[in-house]
């Protein structure tokens, strides 16, 4: 009975996993969002909504301690429940990037674009690809299909690289276009982050499976 509850427990962790998830990639969606509308509003309310994720995180958190201390789960069971706890700071991290976002668009209120905005957006709607495929296959522990996200992170490196390159060549022909270009690079960089913390969602899945921590984001 008492394993029942336990592992009862353990599906309720996942179902507030997949809720914080789904706050995190409506964060990074209604922030680019905002930008390419030039919404400021909108990204007001990412700002604001951010306190949903810090709330859940700290749902999730205190689930798992209750579980720790209550339960004193085995080694394959801790494990599990460790990589939640790591697993929720890289969700609350990539939120904290949204937010990042948002205030850009504050910052450059409703002037039109320096450029049109093609590979920015493309960066968020491959980077809220890979956070929910990092959830799914971590809830049900597939290690292929997370290792399958892995590889998509390429792609998002390979925007940001394009992003850079784009910004940077238009802001040494036009100084005017410095002071938004730079907001835009830091958009860029936040997008890449992002990528970067679905693929260590992947990792902790790996952990989890294996035991071994290690780093595939190179």
């Known amino acids: 009975m008492a394993r029942d509850?336990?592992?009862?427990?353990?599906?309720?962790?996942?179902?507030?996993?997949?809720?914080?998830?789904?706050?995190?990639?409506?964060?990074?969606?209604?922030?680019?969002?905002?930008?390419?509308?030039?919404?400021?509003?909108?990204?007001?309310?990412?700002?604001?909504r951010d306190q949903d994720v810090n709330a859940a995180c700290a749902t999730i958190e205190r689930m798992c301690l209750e579980l720790i201390a209550l339960q004193q789960p085995m080694a394959g069971d801790l494990r599990r429940i460790t990589a939640i706890l790591k697993v929720i700071t890289d969700l609350e991290r990539m939120a904290d990037h949204a937010v990042d976002i948002a205030k850009v668009v504050m910052r450059i209120g409703g002037a039109?674009?320096?450029?049109?905005?093609?590979?920015?957006p493309a960066m968020a709607t491959l980077t809220q690809e890979m956070v929910a495929e990092a959830l799914g296959a971590f809830v049900q522990r597939d290690t292929k299909r997370t290792l399958a996200m892995i590889a998509r992170d390429d792609e998002v490196d390979r925007l940001h690289k394009a992003v850079i390159t784009d910004l940077t060549a238009l802001m040494e022909k036009d100084?005017?276009?410095?002071?938004?270009?730079?907001?835009?690079?830091?958009?860029?960089?936040?997008?890449?982050?992002?990528?970067?913390?679905?693929?260590?969602?992947?990792?902790?899945l790996l952990y989890l499976e294996t035991g071994e921590k290690k780093e595939l984001n190179q």
């Open 5 to 48: 509850a336990f592992h009862a427990q353990l599906d309720a962790l996942n179902r507030e996993l997949q809720i914080m998830g789904l706050l995190v990639q409506q964060a990074i969606s209604g922030a680019v969002t905002a930008l390419v509308t030039r919404n400021v509003p909108a990204a007001r309310v990412v700002v604001e």
């Open 112 to 120: 039109a674009p320096v450029k049109p905005l093609v590979d920015i």
């Open 175 to 204: 100084s005017g276009t410095v002071a938004q270009g730079i907001q835009l690079l830091f958009v860029s960089s936040a997008l890449e982050r992002i990528g970067d913390h679905a693929t260590n969602l992947g990792e902790w």
